[in-house]
């Protein structure tokens, strides 16, 4: 029976102890929290001052662009290469003078493929060829100008048509027609009218430039 007693009271006391110690722990764990509640409070505190003083010393900068920007943004483009015209030309060459022509003379057929870029110089462009009126952009450009004129060597054919009886096909008479199929490629363009096309797609490129700026309204004067 003594045993018993000293059983229960044992296991009680434990209990005590247990509870004891549970208490204990969490009054320490609530007067921890009390009391570093507030230096949280002054952390957060110090962290929106720092936001603030940041702020501050480095604002959001604001950027109002002025006329010479645009005149250098311009600039930049260099040759703005509006249109490319794809030429294909057929040519002859002959070098039958003279009364030995038909023993020394050749006569050949030369086709050139070649290109011809046009567009605007937008080096040429001066700030006093932009101005602002009423919210309405004006930009006088320079005209339009053929920019390359351009031979695909690797594609010239050469044919023989007639051959004098002791002549080679002479290289620099292949030359010579070449170069007069470049000059064509570049006259058959004009005349078609590559010069005007290059200005019109410069206008509409230049428009939707202007626009990306903040610009809804673009005028371009006749020259």
């Known amino acids: 029976m003594k045993n018993t007693f000293n059983t229960v009271m044992s296991i ?3 209990i005590v102890l247990a509870a004891g110690v549970y208490f204990i722990v969490e009054t320490v764990r609530d007067t921890a ?3 570093s509640q507030p230096f949280e409070q002054v952390n957060e505190a110090n962290y929106a001052l720092q936001t603030q003083m940041a702020q501050l010393m480095n604002p959001t900068p604001t950027i109002i662009p002025d ?3 645009y005149i250098n943004e311009i600039r930049a483009l260099a040759r703005l290469e509006t249109i490319q015209y ?3 030309q057929v040519m002859t060459g002959e070098d039958r003078q003279g009364t030995l022509g038909f023993a020394f003379g050749t006569k050949i057929l030369v086709v050139v493929h070649g290109s011809v870029i046009a567009g605007i110089d937008m080096e040429k462009i001066q700030p006093g060829d932009m101005r602002l009126e009423n919210g309405v952009l004006y930009v006088n450009l320079p005209p339009a100008e053929v ?3 351009t031979l695909d060597t690797e594609k010239v054919e ?3 048509l007639q051959e004098g009886v002791l002549a080679d096909v002479d290289p620099t008479l292949v030359l010579q027609t ?3 199929g470049q000059d064509k490629i570049l006259s058959v363009a004009l005349d078609d009218g590559i010069l005007q096309q290059a200005e019109r797609n410069a206008e509409a490129y230049l ?4 626009g990306a700026l903040g610009f809804d309204t673009v005028v371009f004067p006749q020259n």
């Open 12 to 14: 009680l006391i434990l």
């Open 33 to 35: 929290a009390a009391a």
């Open 67 to 69: 006329p010479v920007t």
């Open 86 to 88: 794809s030429v294909s």
């Open 147 to 149: 920019l390359a004129v």
């Open 158 to 160: 050469v044919y023989t």
């Open 178 to 180: 070449v170069q007069g």
């Open 207 to 210: 428009l939707r430039f202007f």
